[in-house]
């Protein structure tokens, strides 16, 4: 294997002709295709970065909306608690001064019937005993008369009973 000057030379000389011609022609060409190629991923890369950022945003205001729903409907129920509770007893003191005003009334009611009773049996008392006593009497003393005496003698013993 001999070198040749000649064939060296001009070898070389294609060589620098080619890298030059491929320079103006294709080397330009294909750093820009690679440019352009570069630019579109890295804008690809940047809308991921961003359309990732705003899930994360958006995510994020989901869990805070949810965290304050929660905290409403805890506040919601302990209020309806509340309120039932306060009603519960509001009812309670109610049936309670209402169960009193109807034993009061029982009360006032009984000793009114207690006391027509006795109003009953002291003028049914009166008029047994006048016509009792008229018939140990055999009218010397009229029925009114008689009648009066007794009702002095039972309200006086009436009295000394109550006493």
């Known amino acids: 294997m001999e070198i040749m000057p000649n064939v060296f030379f001009w070898t070389i000389v294609n060589f620098f002709l080619l890298l030059v011609i491929m320079r103006i022609f294709a080397w330009k060409p294909i750093l820009s295709i690679i440019e352009k190629r570069e630019k579109k991923i890295q ?5 991921t970065v961003e ?3 705003e899930a994360e945003k958006k995510l994020e205001e989901h869990k805070e909306l949810l965290e304050k729903g929660k905290k409403e409907s805890v506040e919601i129920i302990t209020q309806a608690k509340d309120k039932t509770n306060k009603l519960q007893k509001e009812m309670f003191k109610k049936a309670e001064l209402e169960a009193k005003k109807l034993i009061e009334n ?3 009611e009984i000793t009114l019937e207690r006391e027509k009773a006795i109003e009953e049996i002291k003028t049914k008392v009166a008029d047994i005993s006048v016509s009792i006593a008229s018939k140990f009497i055999k009218e010397s003393i009229s029925p009114e008369e008689h009648r009066d005496f007794i009702n002095k003698a039972i309200k006086e013993f009436g009295e000394k009973n109550i006493n």
């Open 43 to 47: 804008d690809s890369i940047d809308k």
């Open 51 to 53: 359309a990732q950022e």
């Open 106 to 108: 029982a009360r006032n």
